[in-house]
């Protein structure tokens, strides 16, 4: 089987950081990606992971550890406009590259 | 550069009443998708085409078909609708797998805006 497992909500306040982590489960596994979406908005692609360690890209970075099966999405410096739904999505290498996503984290970011 | 384009972007039906919804992309990219979204339940893949003439089924494929006859635009058929389809669709596109996977990295989706289908 394959899953994804990520909190489902997260709050933070402005200029805070906040870590959204996802653990998995997927045979065939390759590399796992980010995704950000607003409300009413479609997903846009954030971040990707093909190995171990950090990728930095202005304000988010993310994080993946095979061995653990485990990564994170790490926001700094919040900002109102950060207030979205966050998705981590693994790449599986069977017949063909699919994205399967996790249910998704909400964060919400105050004043 | 419009990018992915579903229509429609709205639409209600009637139990067994059926619909096609239509996915074009201009990027000529290889990859299209059709996910469904449902509240508390992310992304769900429902098919998927690796180029012209191909599909393939996703996670959740039953009451749905697809065809791919030209490269650019993916449709998504209903045969006949149930209550259980309502959902928000998106559909999305991604270049050249493998060779190209392995050299960027990252097989990196673009999305369309969304179709919301209410089935009464």
């Known amino acids: 089987g394959q899953s994804l497992e990520q909190p489902s909500e997260v709050t933070a306040v402005e200029g805070a950081i906040v870590q959204i982590n996802c653990t998995y489960q997927?045979?065939?596994?390759?590399?796992l990606s980010w995704y950000q979406q607003h409300d009413g908005g479609a997903p846009t692609f954030l971040s990707y992971n093909g190995l171990d360690g950090l990728e930095e890209t202005g304000r988010f970075s993310s994080f993946l550890s095979r061995s653990d099966s485990y990564g994170y999405l790490l926001l700094q410096e919040l900002q109102m406009k950060d207030s979205a739904s966050y998705f981590c999505?693994?790449?599986?290498?069977?017949?063909?590259?699919?994205?399967?996503f996790g249910s998704g984290t909400r964060l919400l970011v105050r004043p | 550069n419009a990018g992915v384009t579903q229509t429609p972007k709205f639409r209600v039906l009637k139990t067994g009443q059926s619909m096609t919804l239509l996915c074009a992309q201009d990027m000529n990219h290889e990859y299209m998708y059709w996910y469904r979204q449902d509240p508390g339940m992310g992304l769900r893949l429902i098919h998927y085409s690796v180029g012209e003439g191909t599909t393939a089924k996703g996670e959740v494929p039953d009451g749905y078909n697809v065809s791919r006859l030209k490269k650019q635009n993916f449709l998504l058929g209903l045969e006949s609708a149930a209550p259980s389809q309502t959902s928000v669709y998106f559909c999305a596109s991604s270049p050249l797998g493998t060779e190209w996977l392995l050299e960027a990295g990252a097989n990196v989706l673009t999305f369309g805006a969304g179709s919301r289908l209410t089935v009464l």
């Open positions: 997927t045979s065939g596994f390759y590399g």
């Open positions: 999505a693994a790449g599986r290498t069977d017949s063909s590259y699919k994205l399967i």
